[in-house]
């Protein structure tokens, strides 16, 4: 059974979440407060498949739990709660580590319809982990599609989930461009919509693997339609 924690201060809409979660056979764990969620999640020696994590809370608000959670563990998927649709709230969320975010209200269809997905996706990790034993070179990355890292130079790099898919993906098609509905297609599944979410995470990827983020050597954009890995 997959366990699910769920973090949100309003106990209407958390027993919402927790009720229907149950029903669809999820094992959840529910809190009030951005501190309970980390002691909880510290506490089950991070076992947790994933995490719903409400932005605004008093005391410590979603952000710096995804923010605490995701230093922890790179392979729980984190969605994020907002009563706010604002773009900005989106695309901090996805920058603090997050793989998702809902936006209140929502309905039962796409609640299950989320977490079902971000859950297959940590499967996946999983089962690739234990399956595959290939290494890519591309010029100072060393990928260990095995345990799922990558290297820069030798110095490993610190990849969520969602992250090390997209660079697996960009790796097994180097120097081919690569359109956007196509990455979100793959990592993301049929039933997600919005590119944006493809473009947040490419920035952040940059961040982290290359020299100068703000012209990129090895992601590079084509413009219009998507991205491509130069080696």
Do not use: H
């Not at 997209?166 to 990592?187: G, H, M, P, Q, V």
């Amino acid at each position: 059974m997959r366990r699910i924690i769920v973090c949100e201060d309003e106990a209407s809409i958390r027993e919402f979440i927790v009720l229907n979660l149950k029903r669809s056979g999820y094992d959840v764990t529910d809190v009030s407060c951005g501190e309970d969620a980390v002691k909880a999640f510290e506490d089950g020696n991070y076992d947790f498949d994933a995490a719903l994590l409400d932005i605004m809370m008093p005391g410590m608000d979603g952000f710096e739990v995804c923010k605490r959670i995701r230093e922890k563990s790179d392979k729980i998927g984190i969605i994020m709660l907002s009563a706010k649709s604002q773009e900005i709230d989106k695309v901090s969320s996805l920058m603090m580590g997050a793989d998702d975010y809902i936006t209140k209200p929502f309905s039962v269809t796409e609640l299950v319809a989320r977490v079902d997905a971000v859950c297959r996706r940590v499967s996946m990790t999983v089962d690739k982990a234990a399956d595959s034993s290939r290494m890519i070179i591309s010029g100072p990355f060393e990928c260990d599609t095995k345990s799922r890292t990558l290297k820069k130079n030798g110095v490993p790099v610190d990849l969520t989930q969602i992250e090390y898919q997209i660079i697996e993906y960009f790796l097994k098609n180097r120097n081919t461009a690569l359109d956007r509905s196509t990455i979100l297609k793959l990592i993301w599944g049929d039933s997600y919509y919005g590119e944006k979410i493809v473009d947040v995470n490419i920035r952040r990827i940059r961040m982290k693997i290359e020299d100068e983020p703000s012209n990129p050597k090895y992601i590079t954009t084509i413009w219009g339609y998507g991205y491509k890995w130069c080696d």
